[in-house]
């Protein structure tokens, strides 16, 4: 079973930082991409951040520029820098892991809070 587990989630006023990890483990082939993901309340998941094999990383609009997405392949790890957040940046954030196989696997997500 594979499985994502994300950590580093928490409460934090506007402008300050947290930093998102998630680690994969199981029966797992090679990882062709890890990403992030959030979904506001009311609102519909969408893409923050995408890291694939060939080192290539994109960026949602909204995030660009404070939010870096790394990874640490050896460790089936990926993390999320996330700098000057905002209030707008609350949501449960949420790890995507796709394999060769372009087998896609979630995490359970992680909260994030950014409020005075």
């Known amino acids: 079973q594979v499985q994502l587990v994300e950590s580093g989630g928490g409460s934090v006023q506007p402008g300050g930082s947290l930093r998102l990890s998630c680690v994969a483990s199981g029966s797992i082939s090679r990882i062709y991409a890890m990403g992030w993901y959030r979904q506001a309340p009311g609102k519909q998941r969408e893409s923050v951040a995408m890291?694939?094999?060939?080192?290539?990383?994109n960026y949602a609009d909204s995030v660009k520029g404070r939010f870096t997405i790394s990874r640490d392949n050896a460790k089936n790890t990926v993390y999320l820098q996330m700098n000057s957040l905002k209030p707008e940046d609350t949501a449960v954030y949420y790890c995507?892991?796709?394999?060769?196989?372009?087998?896609?696997?979630w995490g359970q997500g992680t909260q994030v809070t950014v409020s005075s």
């Open positions: 995507r892991m796709t394999d060769s196989r372009m087998d896609t696997y």
């Open positions: 890291s694939i094999s060939s080192g290539s990383t």
